[in-house]
Nanobody, 125 residues
Framework: QVQLVESGGGLVEAGGSLTLSCAFSGVVFNNYNMGWFRQAPGLEREFVAGIQWHSQRYSGNFANDRFTIDRDNAKNTVTLRMNNLRVGDTAVYYC???????????????????WGQGTQVTVSS
């Protein structure tokens, strides 16, 4: 059974930090590129950061150096460290897995094979 389970969301004040984790089971983890997306009410799912199976990283335009994605291939996990959080970062954050054999980039949500249930991040002013 394939599962992605996110954790680590919560309420934080602006300027604070959170680390989200995603555990991916039921697959050969190294065969998947991983991505974090977010979705605020009424908006489309937005790319946050991605990491390929060999650890090449990509970030969304707004992330700059505030967000860092990493993966642990031994533990089948991917993390997203978020620093200097802003009210505008409030959203549900989703972890996704895209088979490396698909090719292409990591920026498009519909190209992903699997998704987690999401974890809420709320940033207060």
């Amino acid at each position: 059974q394939v599962q992605l389970v996110e954790s680590g969301g919560g309420l934080v004040e602006a300027g604070g930090s959170l680390t989200l984790s995603c555990a991916f089971s039921g697959v050969v983890f190294n065969n998947y590129n991983m991505g974090w997306f977010r979705q605020a009410p009424g908006l489309e799912r937005e790319f946050v950061a991605g990491i390929q199976w060999h650890s090449q990283r990509y970030s969304g335009n707004f992330a700059n150096d505030r967000f860092t994605i990493d993966r642990d291939n031994a533990k089948n996990t991917v993390t997203l460290r978020m620093n200097n959080l802003r009210v505008g970062d409030t959203a549900v954050y989703y972890c996704g897995g895209k088979g490396w054999s698909r090719g292409g980039g990591l920026y498009t949500a519909r190209e992903y094979d699997y998704w987690g249930q999401g974890t809420q991040v709320t940033v207060s002013s």
